[in-house]
């Protein structure tokens, strides 16, 4: 069995580890477009910053590749798949075939087509050459730099050039991650932005960037503002790449439509990461979550359907963590029912301006949705796992934020029925009953009800 | 292999937090129970229990998250371990483990989680338990809830 995998990501590194553990004797095959060894994408930005040296960027330890018997192509782009003759075509014009394919080319982000954009100090931030390519840029001309789109990767570009020593300028349309966050959440990362030290312009759009000498010399915004600025850093939303797969017959929506085997079209090619569009859990339709954990589940599951075990994968949920200072900024699912095209979202929060934070629970019809935990992470991660599972949580909906003995208990009793391997049918809701309420009724009550009634102040309405 | 797990007895559970401050002494050498990688939330007069501790799991949540790859599964003793040396504090495995198990050390912005004192032949926080409630045992066996009652549906 030959199983060629494109990309050398999360994904890969997850799909390798499985197929390792159901199959030692195929031959793996990873193309990578990158000439390095499997890093970490994240890190990065954690490299611009300073934090750590380009010796901790790996992701896995140098042996990799030798410890799971990859052959490992690195440096050539795959251009073309030939689906019915099995083989991948490099930029080489060489040829590798497969009898099981992995198509996890990841996603990019779409440079906006304005004038100036092909200028030196223009870049994206998303690979390790962007980081290398940035921090030589800063290093020898400016010490201002704007990076465009408030979204995961422009706050950790902003983040990084700022713990860098550089002067941040953060142009964002609307909000800051308006797909991920809800307005009070923005508002409050904008403010912990601003004491960071990073000016936040709200409300324009990028018109031009303007050169000098074939430098960025500045840009010029949509109201006729001029930036001075050395840098620009764009990072306006990231798509899948999906040059390769197109016109070849596999099916593609936003994504690579897989099914819950993460099969494609032809059942012996697969996609995973942020290429494939999964099922997205709390919104029950097909969707892309371009996030680094399910990017390597993804891998895992189609790992081992690759090599022949039947896993099936039971979706994927949107999860960001960023840390902005000290305070821990974590969004799940959908957090602005606003922005959704449904309607009948319920949502429960808890702030404290003092301390920044803002907790909030998206639910409907009695199921967690999404969740927004700034600040204080309280229990996220069970969180996450309510929203994962979609559990009937009508019952401790006042619970959660407040984390008080109905939650523990709720939680203690669902860990209980799964290690005995059983399933709770647990009410819609729970509502308080009353024992006032029954006092309008006075058939029913009972002798000592009458007697306490009777002495009870007149003309209190109960 | 099923996994040995260190969990708590909640009959016998007092609530001291103990043995998060031995873990915090036998790790990090401060007698801080916010360091320990175990806390069992026992709260006796409002009778509820909550075990933030490692199950040491099949699948982990926690490997599929971190995003340097230092968490890792050892195939050999089964154990889920983290190394503290590259961890970055993105805190995506305090965000990704289900059970609150693995913790947050924000002065030196690195995770903290149970390695069940690979080196030692019994974990800490199970020998200096007082009242003998946590032990290391094949399978996390919890007795019948008798805390939580059930909520009643209004009619």
């Given at each position: 069995?030959?199983?060629?995998?494109?990309?050398?990501?999360?994904?890969?590194?997850?799909?390798?580890?499985?197929?390792?553990?159901?199959?030692?004797?195929?031959?793996?095959?990873?193309?990578?477009?990158?000439?390095?060894?499997?890093?970490?994408?994240?890190?990065?930005?954690?490299?611009?910053?300073?934090?750590?040296?380009?010796?901790?960027?790996?992701?896995?330890?140098?042996?990799?590749?030798?410890?799971?018997?990859?052959?490992?192509?690195?440096?050539?782009?795959?251009?073309?798949?030939?689906?019915?003759?099995?083989?991948?075509?490099?930029?080489?014009?060489?040829?590798?075939?497969?009898?099981?394919?992995?198509?996890?080319?990841?996603?990019?982000?779409?440079?906006?087509?304005?004038?100036?954009?092909?200028?030196?100090?223009?870049?994206?931030?998303?690979?390790?050459?962007?980081?290398?390519?940035?921090?030589?840029?800063?290093?020898?001309?400016?010490?201002?730099?704007?990076?465009?789109?408030?979204?995961?990767?422009?706050?950790?570009?902003?983040?990084?050039?700022?713990?860098?020593?550089?002067?941040?300028?953060?142009?964002?349309?609307?909000?800051?991650?308006?797909?991920?966050?809800?307005?009070?959440?923005?508002?409050?990362?904008?403010?912990?932005?601003?004491?960071?030290?990073?000016?936040?312009?709200?409300?324009?759009?990028?018109?031009?960037?303007?050169?000098?000498?074939?430098?960025?010399?500045?840009?010029?915004?949509?109201?006729?503002?001029?930036?001075?600025?050395?840098?620009?850093?764009?990072?306006?939303?990231?798509?899948?790449?999906?040059?390769?797969?197109?016109?070849?017959?596999?099916?593609?929506?936003?994504?690579?439509?897989?099914?819950?085997?993460?099969?494609?079209?032809?059942?012996?090619?697969?996609?995973?990461?942020?290429?494939?569009?999964?099922?997205?859990?709390?919104?029950?339709?097909?969707?892309?979550?371009?996030?680094?954990?399910?990017?390597?589940?993804?891998?895992?599951?189609?790992?081992?359907?690759?090599?022949?075990?039947?896993?099936?994968?039971?979706?994927?949920?949107?999860?960001?963590?960023?840390s902005?200072?000290a305070?821990p900024?974590v969004?799940?699912?959908?957090?602005?029912?606003?922005?959704?095209?449904?309607?009948?979202?319920?949502?429960?929060?808890?702030?404290?301006?003092?301390q920044?934070i803002?907790?909030?629970?998206?639910?409907?019809?009695?199921?967690?949705?999404?969740?927004?935990f700034?600040g204080d992470l309280g229990l996220c991660g069970a969180v996450k796992e309510?929203?994962?599972?979609?559990?009937?949580?009508?019952?401790?909906?006042?619970s959660i934020l407040s984390e008080n003995y109905?939650l523990y208990g709720f939680l203690r009793?669902k860990r209980q029925?799964?290690l005995?391997?059983?399933?709770?049918?647990?009410?819609?809701?729970?509502?308080?009953?009353?024992?006032?309420?029954?006092?309008?009724?006075?058939?029913?009550?009972?002798?000592?009800?009458?007697?306490?009634?009777?002495?009870?102040?007149?003309?209190?309405?109960? | 292999?099923?996994q040995k797990q260190i969990y708590a007895r909640p009959a016998l559970c007092t609530g001291c937090r103990i043995c998060a401050n031995a873990c915090s002494v036998y790790h990090h050498g401060v007698a801080n129970p916010r360091l320990g990688a175990i806390n069992i939330r026992q709260n006796l007069f409002e009778r509820y229990e909550f075990q933030e501790l490692c199950r040491h799991c099949?699948?982990p949540p926690c490997v599929?998250a971190c995003?340097?790859?230092c968490i890792?599964?050892d195939?050999?003793t089964g154990l889920v371990l983290h190394d503290r040396k590259?961890c970055?504090g993105c805190w995506m495995c305090v965000m990704a483990c289900p059970y609150g198990a693995v913790k947050r050390d924000v002065l030196n912005k690195v995770a903290i989680k149970c390695d069940q004192c690979r080196d030692r032949d019994r974990p800490v926080c199970v020998e200096v338990c007082p009242t003998g409630a946590l032990v290391l045992d094949l399978r996390e066996d919890v007795p019948?809830e008798p805390f939580f009652?059930?909520?009643?549906?209004?009619?």
């Amino acid at each position: 069995m030959r199983y060629v995998i494109i990309g050398n990501s999360a994904a890969a590194v997850g799909a390798v580890e499985s197929i390792r553990k159901v199959d030692q004797a195929g031959q793996v095959v990873i193309i990578g477009d990158e000439p390095y060894h499997v890093y970490s994408r994240p890190l990065i930005a954690h490299f611009l910053a300073g934090e750590v040296g380009d010796d901790r960027l790996a992701y896995r330890s140098a042996d990799f590749y030798e410890r799971m018997q990859v052959q490992a192509v690195l440096g050539y782009k795959a251009t073309r798949i030939d689906l019915t003759g099995q083989q991948v075509y490099l930029a080489n014009e060489k040829a590798i075939d497969f009898d099981r394919l992995l198509i996890c080319t990841g996603s990019c982000v779409t440079k906006p087509n304005i004038k100036g954009i092909d200028l030196r100090g223009v870049t994206t931030f998303q690979k390790l050459t962007d980081a290398y390519y940035i921090k030589n840029q800063s290093r020898s001309k400016s010490r201002r730099a704007v990076v465009v789109g408030g979204g995961f990767i422009g706050l950790r570009a902003a983040q990084s050039l700022r713990e860098a020593g550089i002067d941040v300028a953060l142009l964002v349309r609307s909000r800051v991650m308006r797909r991920v966050l809800d307005a009070a959440g923005s508002a409050l990362v904008e403010s912990l932005l601003q004491a960071e030290g990073i000016e936040i312009i709200k409300g324009r759009a990028l018109q031009e960037i303007q050169g000098q000498n074939g430098q960025v010399a500045g840009i010029i915004l949509d109201d006729g503002r001029v930036e001075a600025c050395g840098i620009v850093v764009v990072a306006t939303g990231v798509a899948p790449n999906l040059d390769l797969v197109t016109n070849t017959g596999v099916q593609i929506d936003k994504g690579i439509l897989v099914n819950q085997y993460l099969q494609t079209t032809y059942s012996n090619v697969f996609a995973a990461g942020d290429v494939a569009q999964t099922y997205d859990i709390p919104r029950g339709i097909g969707f892309i979550n371009a996030n680094w954990p399910n990017a390597h589940e993804q891998g895992g599951v189609a790992g081992f359907n690759m090599a022949g075990a039947r896993v099936p994968y039971h979706g994927s949920i949107g999860m960001n963590v960023i840390s902005i200072g000290a305070v821990p900024v974590v969004a799940l699912g959908i957090t602005d029912p606003a922005s959704e095209q449904q309607a009948g979202y319920e949502q429960k929060t808890r702030t404290n301006k003092q301390q920044n934070i803002y907790q909030k629970l998206v639910f409907k019809d009695n199921r967690l949705k999404g969740a927004i935990f700034i600040g204080d992470l309280g229990l996220c991660g069970a969180v996450k796992e309510l929203i994962r599972e979609q559990t009937l949580v009508g019952i401790i909906k006042d619970s959660i934020l407040s984390e008080n003995y109905q939650l523990y208990g709720f939680l203690r009793k669902k860990r209980q029925a799964q290690l005995e391997g059983r399933s709770i049918q647990w009410p819609e809701t729970y509502v308080t009953q009353n024992p006032y309420r029954k006092s309008f009724n006075e058939a029913s009550w009972t002798e000592r009800e009458r007697d306490e009634r009777k002495w009870s102040p007149q003309g209190v309405t109960q | 292999m099923p996994q040995k797990q260190i969990y708590a007895r909640p009959a016998l559970c007092t609530g001291c937090r103990i043995c998060a401050n031995a873990c915090s002494v036998y790790h990090h050498g401060v007698a801080n129970p916010r360091l320990g990688a175990i806390n069992i939330r026992q709260n006796l007069f409002e009778r509820y229990e909550f075990q933030e501790l490692c199950r040491h799991c099949e699948n982990p949540p926690c490997v599929n998250a971190c995003m340097v790859g230092c968490i890792t599964k050892d195939d050999k003793t089964g154990l889920v371990l983290h190394d503290r040396k590259r961890c970055v504090g993105c805190w995506m495995c305090v965000m990704a483990c289900p059970y609150g198990a693995v913790k947050r050390d924000v002065l030196n912005k690195v995770a903290i989680k149970c390695d069940q004192c690979r080196d030692r032949d019994r974990p800490v926080c199970v020998e200096v338990c007082p009242t003998g409630a946590l032990v290391l045992d094949l399978r996390e066996d919890v007795p019948q809830e008798p805390f939580f009652t059930e909520p009643t549906i209004a009619d």
